[in-house]
Structure formats: structure tokens, C-alpha cells
T-cell receptor, first 117, second 113 residues
Framework: AQKVTQAQTEISVVEKEDVTLDCVYE???????LFWYKQPPSGELVFLIR??????QNEISGRYSWNFQKSTSSFNFTITASQVVDSAVYFC??????????????FGTGTRLTVIP | SQTIHQWPATLVQPVGSPLSLECTVE??????LYWYRQAAGRGLQLLFY??????ISSEVPQNLSASRPQDRQFILSSKKLLLSDSGFYLC????????????FGSGTQLSVL
């Protein structure tokens, strides 16, 4: 069965510090996708990134970067030079190859990031 | 562009009362539709998903039901709410291809008292 673990429940950093959010997953499939979503105080989940299991290249988007390591089943998310607007709950999710046509994402329990000005 | 609408934003209901939450998607056709619940301090739990009109799959046995009367409409219902039904309910849609990202609505905060 699939599982996503975000061991960090809450993290607080001072503005401009770098912060890494950890995500460890379990799956028996060789084909799967990993996602990160941001949930600001408004509640709506905002898509950040999708990465398939065959692409282990790290990705950078502005101040955001993702480190995918299949060897350790991890997909960590780093925010560089954090800002107050980064304060939110961040979710990591896993989607396995699904024959039914649905795209069921299995989410971790989330990490609440607070950036202190 | 595609948009997803979910209402109401907040709802306070007494135990034993019925529930109806509605979600509609615009700007796309034949979407997959999903209902997730987020309990306080916990992650998101998939409740139902639908790959077409009238096709509902339930992930967790519970006091809730879902229906899809139209292609872009997804309804979450209950005949009698329980205290444990309290939570934040999110509707989402995706394209009908594998492992697509989900687009979420703004959510409904349900408090059952």
C-alpha cells in the first residue's frame, strides 16, 4: 500500500532563512508521480510541482527547489530566502499508475511552515 | 480557462441534519471529480471520486454519499450528520489522463454541533 510521511508537523523560520520540508514515500509500483501542494490560510490547495518516478533530476523554480532521491524514497522541498508569504501548510502527495482512469492522490499529513518577519 | 466552484464556504449544522455540498467545474469536459476531507491536524483523505456521470467510487465507508448528476457537477450528501463529519471538505478535478495533477476548490468548513 502507498504511504506518504511528512515527519515535520510544524516548522518556524525567520524571514530570509532557507528551509527544507521533508517527504518520504512508500510504494510498490515502479511508475508513480509525486506532488507538492501549498495550502495558504485561505484553504485552497495550490499545485506546486509534479515529478514522475523516472525523472530524478532536481528542479528549481525561483526560490523553490525539489530534491528527488529514489534511493531513499524521498522528495524534499526547499525554499530559499523564505518570505512571510510562504507561510502555509505544505502537502506532499503520491499518485500511482491507475488503471481506472482516476488520479487518486495520497497525501501526507502536511507541514505547517511559519515564516517570522 | 478552467475554474472550480465549491459552496458554501462555511456551514454549521446540528447532528442528525442532512447535508448537501455542491461543486461545479467550468471550462473543461469529462473531468475526473473528487471529494477530499481534511480533519483538523490531519492530512487529506480521499472520500469519493468519479470518472463519469453516475459513476461514483467510494474510498472510505462512512456516513456520506456522492452523486454526479451532470458531467461537471459533483455533490456530497448525508442524510444524517454525525459529529465526526466535521472537517474541511475539498472538491477537486483532473483531466482524464494518468497521474494528472488535481485542481482544488476553495473548500467548505463544516462544523457539526
Amino acid at each position: 500500500a502507498q504511504k506518504v510521511t511528512q515527519a515535520q508537523t510544524e516548522i518556524s523560520v525567520v524571514e530570509k532563512e532557507d528551509v527544507t520540508l521533508d517527504c518520504v514515500y512508500e510504494t510498490r509500483d515502479t511508475t508513480y508521480y509525486l506532488f507538492w501542494y501549498k495550502q495558504p490560510p485561505s484553504g485552497e490547495l495550490v499545485f506546486l510541482i509534479r515529478r514522475n518516478s523516472f525523472d530524478e533530476q532536481n528542479e528549481i523554480s525561483g526560490r523553490y527547489s525539489w530534491n528527488f532521491q529514489k534511493s531513499t524514497s524521498s522528495f524534499n522541498f526547499t525554499i530559499t530566502a523564505s518570505q512571510v508569504v510562504d507561510s502555509a501548510v505544505y502537502f506532499c502527495a503520491l499518485s500511482e499508475f491507475e488503471k481506472t482512469g482516476a488520479n487518486n492522490l495520497f497525501f501526507g499529513t502536511g507541514t505547517r511552515l511559519t515564516v517570522i518577519p | 480557462s478552467q475554474t472550480i466552484h465549491q459552496w458554501p464556504a462555511t456551514l454549521v449544522q446540528p447532528v442528525g441534519s442532512p447535508l448537501s455540498l455542491e461543486c461545479t467545474v467550468e471550462g473543461t469536459s469529462n473531468p475526473n471529480l473528487y471529494w477530499y476531507r481534511q480533519a483538523a491536524g490531519r492530512g487529506l483523505q480521499l472520500l469519493f471520486y468519479s470518472v463519469g456521470i453516475g459513476q461514483i467510487s467510494s474510498e472510505v465507508p462512512q456516513n456520506l454519499s456522492a452523486s454526479r448528476p451532470q458531467d461537471r457537477q459533483f455533490i456530497l450528501s448525508s442524510k444524517k450528520l454525525l459529529l465526526s463529519d466535521s472537517g474541511f471538505y475539498l472538491c477537486a478535478w483532473s483531466r482524464q489522463t494518468y497521474n494528472e495533477k488535481l485542481f482544488f476548490g476553495s473548500g467548505t468548513q463544516l462544523s457539526v454541533l
